[in-house]
């Protein structure tokens, strides 16, 4: 049987402790002191105070909403029937994300349709809202200008520039 003495022990146990802590340490001090670096990068890199832009989505949300229950109500769009709306803050074009769930267009003179979603970009341009790049899930059938989807795309175009959003 081998033995070791006090002194072979210790450093048989010793030495590669001590390796691993060196290897160790500068592993893990490198992304602390990264992570901050990049938490203040991310911040200094969003497109305002959060708070205001939460603020900001909820209130499209709202008022895009009340002005498909307009459209629905006044009969602007043949048949137009929806469940739900969501509006988020989206980087990639600066302003807002919408989407319009479970939408039901048309009648029986112009035929019906049913989609999914919906979805379209809302951006401020000079104090007014631009509505743009529709998509609808699934494709229309047509995308006619007097078809039931082309009638709603544009009471949204001309509809959005009227939105108006606290200032703050």
Known sequence: MLRLSRIGFRRAV????????VMVVPVTVVPIMVIPLMVAATMLAGCGDPVKVAKTAAELRSQVEAML??????????????????????SENGGYAVEIFDLKLGDATIGFQTFSVLTFNLTED?????AQSFKFMPTPVTDAPDSAAGMLVDHLKTSSTKIQVAAE
């Open 14 to 21: 010793l030495i590669p402790v001590m390796v691993i802590r």
């Open 69 to 90: 229950q307009r459209m629905e109500l006044r009969n602007e769009v043949p048949g137009l029937q929806h469940r739900h709306v969501t509006v988020e803050p989206d």
């Open 126 to 130: 000079d104090r007014r809202f631009v």
